[in-house]
């Protein structure tokens, strides 16, 4: 683990609990504004705040829509640094319609930041509950595996800085993150709006002994995805066939696309699925040049001693890997699409380089984001549910867990139709 490397974090949690603030705030108070996105703050078109205060939501709402509607559509995107450390922020949106989006920029974050809006929980409790799309955000992160959750209870500033409500948030978090099996938190109170506990330690809150928010990110070990791949068998699925001159004597046919794990060598003996059949590496290329041996992540050509009938969609994996084809598949998946899950349609599922056919051979159960509980007396999904399938693909796919290996464990479902996005899965488990 190193905390040098670059931190991917996204920001989550129920509309209007200030993400699109906290970043800019984030971005303003580490001095990583021009002077025209400063200017911007405290004269933009479509300020929503006080004359000579700045509107930090402004930064990360890129879209005009977003602007004007005060509320954040798309996944945006920022880039900044500190002498400790790289980040990339994924501003991600808290309305339900728009949950497809946060599942976006949650699949590729280290870490994520859970704002918690102060002011709109009940008190009268001693545990308050939490709102649904913070529920419903924490179950998401968990599918995902997001390593590190940070729980930033915001706009603190209007309830006096108040620590035993702050204590009253984390008792209801912990709670959550009990049920969800969720480790690795953190919790940091703050006002994203004046800055408190966001880059340096709030003066109106020394009942906090920890670390500001941004101190937090910079000391978040990340582990390095790469090194832990590289023990795994090789798996390479085929993007594309190259050809050079097909009528010519010395006829070039490379296999393109990207080592998803393990290693490859010349010389290596292969196996392509789901044919099965056999070979040996006789020649590895990179965009610098050509290469004895390549690990997971690379982009490759592959060439091959025999010719075989290889086309995208296919697999390589080394001889003697215990990876094998399979049409049957476990699933969690969470669903975007406004027209429920329908069992007796076909879907396409695209995973990795392939698209083909599905059907839903039963729903398992259904995650009530209220009570956490299973259900397992529904036969579809509605918008924005989580719950676990099983499904059976026309053509049987190299795949692995989710767990295993994000990359080569994760899928979309695709309405035939429509051509819409219906889902995004995470499989759980081969058949």
């Known amino acids: ?35 025209d996105q400063v200017a911007a703050l405290y004269h933009g078109k479509h300020k929503r705040t006080a004359d000579g205060v700045p509107d930090f939501a402004q930064l990360t ?11 954040t559509i798309d996944v945006a995107y920022r880039y900044f640094a500190t002498p400790a450390r790289k980040f990339i922020i994924a501003d991600t949106p808290g309305h339900e319609q728009y949950t497809r989006n946060m599942v976006t920029g949650a699949s590729t974050a280290d870490a994520a930041i859970i704002l918690i809006d102060a002011t709109r929980l009940d008190y009268s409790e001693h545990t308050p509950a939490l709102l649904p799309q913070t529920r419903r955000h924490s179950a998401i992160l968990k599918l995902l595996g997001t390593a590190h959750i940070i729980v930033a209870v915001n706009k603190l500033d209007l309830l006096d800085y108040s620590e035993e409500k702050f204590n009253a948030i984390k008792r209801a978090y912990s709670k959550l993150a009990s049920a969800l099996d969720l480790h690795h938190i953190s919790y940091v109170p703050i006002s994203a709006l004046n800055g408190d ?58 296999y393109q696309g990207r080592l998803e794990q393990g290693s490859l060598c010349v010389g290596d003996s292969i196996r392509i699925e789901p044919a099965g ?7 590895i290329y990179t965009p610098a040049g050509q290469v004895e041996q390549a690990q997971a992540g690379s982009v490759l050509t592959i060439v091959l001693a025999d010719d075989i009938d290889i086309s995208r969609g296919d697999s390589i994996v080394a001889a003697d890997s215990t990876l094998q084809p399979t049409r049957n ?18 879907y396409w599922l695209k995973h990795t380089t392939q698209t083909v056919y599905t059907r839903i051979r039963q729903v398992d159960y259904l995650l009530d984001v209220q009570s956490l509980n299973h259900r397992q007396d529904s036969d579809s999904l509605q918008l924005n549910d989580i719950g676990r399938i099983q499904l059976s693909v026309q053509k049987p796919i190299v795949a692995t867990t989710y767990q295993a290996n994000p990359a080569t464990g994760a899928f979309i479902l695709i309405d035939e139709a429509t051509n819409h996005t219906v889902a995004a899965g995470m499989i759980t488990s081969l058949v």
């Open 1 to 35: 683990m190193s905390t040098d490397s670059v931190l991917r974090f996204i920001t989550a949690g129920s509309v209007d609990d200030g993400k699109s603030t906290l970043i800019g705030r984030l971005l303003f108070d580490s001095q990583s504004l021009l002077a």
């Open 61 to 71: 709402d890129g879209l005009a829509a977003e602007r004007e509607q005060g509320i």
């Open 329 to 346: 598949i476990s699933a969690s998946v969470c669903w975007f699409d406004s027209k429920p899950l329908n069992a007796t349609r076909r």
């Open 277 to 283: 059949q056999n070979s040996t590496i006789t020649a």
């Open 197 to 254: 506990n966001i880059v340096t330690a709030s003066a109106h809150m020394l009942w906090y002994q920890g670390q500001p928010l941004l101190r937090l990110l910079e000391n978040l070990p990340v582990a390095n995805r790469n090194s832990q791949l590289l023990s795994a068998p090789a798996l390479f699925p085929v993007q594309r066939v190259a050809r050079l001159d097909g009528s010519s004597a010395d006829d070039f046919r490379g």
